[in-house]
């Protein structure tokens, strides 16, 4: 990086905001939340106590977020981080600024900051780590045209499937190996060393991906310990997902963040398209895509649960057919959700809430671990310890009360601020100079940064 690009590079003013942008991010990020406080607070294999019981209130809570959410906000946090990358580089580019140093320093400190979050702070679902690692990969591909980066979605929507069934025909395979291994040894026959091997592999898989409750309940003990325990059990999962698995996040991911460059670059988040072509995005989206998720989520409920049901489905399913519905239904969804947000701003109704939206979007990361800073004093052992305490339905007042103190804070911090306090760290380690904080202080010569 030069010392001229040092010296006049500098984030984006508040003029030069993309309102729709930030509201977009902040509905996503809020979103995102309703995902993941199951995982900040309850055992695995939580919703195997009320699956199917629809005098529940656990079960239609579930039912609500599945069909509208889960996988949706991710989605669509995604796409807006994809259109990030274009707004950070297309407004320094024509600065006459160099940023490919600037965007690459951005992205490795939002890697780090992934690792602390994951494994200081003890989130297992950070996105930070991922978003920074395949952020640079995205952003090779920034000039190519939109009709082709919208191929992504239904390229990667097929590579998954056939990616997920290739590990779980591997998977399948160790359960028969085992089941051999079992016949064998119940005729009291001595095992030769692959049998025993076999036999192992799959008890590791069990104690992975379908854990007994003997295993939960010292996994739940965990979590109600304190610091060291929670760490001693959080790490070693959250290190897997950033290293061993990450191979099976980076085409979702990437598809997702190029979707998102060609959607701004066909002007859809900025408010480009036409009132019609705004509702007809909502109406196809909503048509097609919500009947094929009220389909998958009645078929799964109808499915019985527990170990023994998995590994029966396992033994007579050589793939799982229904895999494919999901990305395209997510997309249908996500697509429908934002055509009627932008349809919103577009009326001007509820600006009290969009403007509250927009500003809990542009102080995003400082939210984001707000969240978890919430999350983690409430329910891990060290904090309140309320880790499986609550009944799923009873999670979502927690859920309203966080998103009610970040839609307050978030403006009034703006009141009086350029940046959330971590975007203003984020900000001046990427810049390697200090952020004017203020908001009666200026930035000589900006150079606008709109990006998350």
């Not at 009709?147 to 590990?167: D, H, N, R, S």
């Not at 950033?242 to 996040?249: A, D, E, I, R, V």
């Amino acid at each position: 990086m030069s010392a001229e690009t040092t010296l006049k590079a500098a984030p984006v003013a508040q003029a030069d905001r993309i309102t729709a942008v930030d509201t977009l991010r902040g509905v996503a990020l809020l979103g995102i939340l309703m995902m993941n406080i199951p995982y900040f607070a309850l055992p695995e294999r939580f919703s195997d106590a009320y699956h199917g019981n629809m005098q529940s209130p656990n079960f239609w809570t579930e039912a609500v977020i599945d069909v509208l959410f889960e996988g949706k906000m991710r989605a669509l946090f995604s796409m807006i981080f994809g259109a990030g990358i274009l707004l950070f580089t297309k407004r320094k580019e024509e600065a006459g600024f160099s940023f490919k140093a600037l965007f690459f320093s951005r992205m490795g400190w939002m890697v780090i900051f992934g690792l602390i979050h994951a494994h200081v702070l003890l989130w297992i679902g950070d996105i930070l780590y991922i978003y920074g690692m395949i952020g640079m990969l995205a952003f090779l591909f920034r000039k190519m045209k939109p009709k082709y980066l919208v191929w992504g979605v239904p390229i990667v929507a097929i590579f998954g499937f056939v990616t997920g069934t290739i590990f779980y025909q591997h998977i399948r395979s160790q359960r028969f190996e085992y089941n051999a291994a079992i016949a064998v040894q119940k005729q009291d026959k001595t095992l030769n060393a692959e049998q025993k091997k076999a036999i192992t592999a799959w008890k590791e898989v069990e104690k992975e991906f379908l854990p007994n409750k003997a295993e939960i309940a010292q996994h739940t003990a965990s979590m109600k310990g304190n610091y060291a325990s929670v760490g001693a059990y959080i790490r070693p999962l959250a290190w897997d997902g950033q290293t061993k698995y990450l191979f099976f996040s980076i085409g979702d991911v990437l598809a997702l963040m190029l979707l998102g460059m060609a959607m701004y670059k066909w002007k859809f988040f900025t408010g480009g398209w036409t009132t019609k072509q705004y509702r007809l995005t909502a109406l196809v989206g909503y048509g097609v895509g919500l009947p094929l998720v009220i389909w998958n989520f009645i078929h799964d409920m109808h499915e019985p649960v527990g170990s023994a049901a998995m590994i029966n489905y396992l033994e007579t399913h050589n793939m799982d057919w229904w895999g494919l519905i999901y990305p395209f239904q997510r997309m249908l969804l996500v697509m429908a959700h934002s055509a009627v947000i932008l349809l919103i701003l577009r009326a001007s109704i509820w600006k009290g809430l969009t403007d509250r939206l927009a500003a809990v979007g542009q102080m995003a990361f400082t939210n984001y671990i707000m969240q978890t800073v919430f999350c983690t004093l409430i329910f891990f052992g060290y904090g309140l310890n309320y880790f499986a305490e609550l009944q799923y339905y009873q999670l979502y007042y927690i859920v309203a009360a966080i998103w009610i103190i970040q839609l307050i804070v978030s403006p009034i911090w703006l009141k009086y601020y350029q940046f959330g306090p971590l975007e203003w760290l984020w900000r001046t380690l990427t810049y390697r100079r200090a952020q004017p904080m203020r908001r009666e202080q200026k930035v000589s010569t900006p150079a606008p940064d709109p990006a998350l």
